[in-house]
């Protein structure tokens, strides 16, 4: 049974605990009043579905975030949050890290063509998905070497060739070539493989 028909059973037996803030919630919830918890689920859960879909697009996979999400929170029952909901959107993010380390694992470099088309395929309003990915692919090709970097976002970000990238390098083309197999390498290893081809 998912986590979310649990929550729904629950009883809020006192109304006023919706006049409460997160943290004071989740004060009372620490104390054993479940249904301070009852009202923290229902007041985030959606907004964080709706998050999770722009992240993944895919609303199936986007609720499970989001039960996941409030179920790893749960269970983390007894700490002293001082501020509840941006843990539970760090939970969120790691969350949907997780999701694309999984789905890379099923992406081969070599079918990049095919990847595209499934991509531009996709319904418009999941074109909002890539301008969401951007702090993920961003802070992944921070961690690469510095130069494995700069050629990295001279060939799939400004879309220059090669040969462009080695005059504007002062490289050859062949290390300019090893430099993207490495930087391609490392971000397969990150599980962020499939955001690199839809920012191309």
Not at 1 to 25: C, P, V
Not at 47 to 52: D, F, G, M, Q
Not at 86 to 112: P, S, W
Not at 116 to 138: F, G, H, V, Y
């Amino acid at each position: 049974m998912y986590f979310w028909l649990t929550i729904k059973q629950l009883t809020i037996r006192k109304e006023d605990y919706i006049l409460l803030n997160d943290f004071e919630l989740i004060s009372h919830w620490n104390r054993g009043q479940e249904a301070a918890f009852a009202v923290f689920y229902k007041r985030h859960v959606k907004a964080l579905v709706r998050v999770a879909f722009l992240k993944t697009g895919n609303p199936t996979v986007a609720e499970e975030i989001a039960q996941d999400t409030m179920l790893s929170f749960y269970q983390k029952r007894g700490t002293p949050f001082l501020n509840p909901l941006g843990y539970v959107n760090m939970i969120l993010k790691n969350k949907v890290i997780d999701y694309y380390r999984k789905v890379a694992t099923q992406v081969f470099v070599e079918d990049i063509d095919t990847l595209q088309n499934q991509i531009n395929a996709r319904n418009p309003e999941t074109e909002l998905i890539a301008k969401e990915q951007d702090w993920l692919l961003s802070e992944a090709i921070e961690q690469l070497p510095k130069k494995c970097g700069e050629v990295f976002k001279l060939r799939r970000i400004e879309d220059l060739s090669n040969k462009e990238v080695a005059i504007k390098l002062g490289l050859s083309v062949n290390t300019v070539e090893q430099h993207m197999r490495r930087a391609i390498r490392l971000l397969s290893r990150m599980g962020l493989l499939l955001l690199v081809y839809w920012l191309v």
